[in-house]
């Protein structure tokens, strides 16, 4: 059974650091790519960031682009997210998506909450 | 960036009645080198992550009823619920991947008249 699992996320104050964590198990992990979608209460979805099996390609959102950094380790079968310079506007449930090629994405976790508050 | 429009923001369907959702893309998702249309489409229930429905703008996920599909091409994208049953209240999202950098659409409420 394919399953994602995220964790990291609580209330921080603007400016602040977190590490997102999503721990991967019952798929070969390094065969896929890896996306980050978030969702702000109450909203939509926002894709936020993708890296490719061998973290050879990297993309991110403009809304977060130098200030978060996606990152896996194989070997973990992990995906992470550090996000810096947190703002109010970064408060949102978090996904990890396991990508069918870069295409669509049927594996989801179930999200961890990042709060950006004083 | 690709922008996705759907239509409308929200919808009451009497049970046993068609629901259908629009989705418009600002550039076309179709490629002509291997003739498939990058689009999927999602369902998503309270408290739960989104749940793949169609894919390639017509092909329905495994296990997904076929009361629901996908049709469309270029920038104009439907999914129909042919048959509303009570476990369909969700809120739906068009996506391109036509794109690595994903854009989904804003939503679509589907309730029960």
């Known amino acids: 059974e394919v399953r994602l699992v995220e964790s990291g996320g609580t209330l921080v104050q603007p400016g602040g650091s977190l590490r997102l964590s999503c721990t991967a198990s019952?798929?070969?992990?390094?065969?896929?790519?890896m996306y980050w979608v978030r969702q702000a209460p109450g909203k939509g979805l926002e894709w936020v960031s993708f890296?490719?099996?061998?973290?050879?390609?990297?993309y991110y959102a403009d809304s977060v682009k130098g200030r978060f950094t996606i990152s896996r380790d194989n070997a973990k079968k992990s995906l992470y997210l550090q996000m810096d310079s947190l703002r109010a506007e970064d408060t949102a449930v978090y996904y990890c998506?396991?990508?069918?090629?870069?295409?669509?994405?049927?594996?989801w976790g179930q999200g961890t909450l990042v709060t950006v508050s004083s | 960036d690709i922008v996705m429009i759907q239509s409308p923001d929200s919808l009451a369907v009497s049970l046993g009645e068609r629901a259908t959702i629009d989705c418009k893309s600002s550039?076309?998702?179709?490629?002509?080198?291997?003739?498939?249309?990058?689009l999927a489409w999602y369902q998503q229930k309270p408290g739960q992550p989104p749940k793949l429905l169609i894919y390639?703008?017509?092909t329905r996920d495994s296990g997904v009823p076929d009361r629901f599909s996908g049709s469309g091409s270029g920038t104009a994208f439907t999914l129909t619920i042919s048959s509303l049953q009570a476990e369909d209240v969700a809120v739906y999202y068009c996506?391109?991947?036509?794109?690595?950098?994903?854009?989904f659409g804003q939503g679509t409420k589907v309730e029960i008249k």
């Open positions: 996506q391109q991947y036509y794109s690595t950098l994903w854009t």
């Open positions: 550039q076309s998702v179709f490629y002509s080198s291997n003739n498939k249309t990058y």
């Open positions: 019952g798929f070969i992990f390094s065969s896929y790519s």
């Open positions: 890296v490719s099996r061998i973290s050879d390609t990297i």
């Open positions: 998506a396991r990508g069918e090629g870069s295409y669509w994405s049927k594996y």
């Open positions: 390639w703008a017509s």
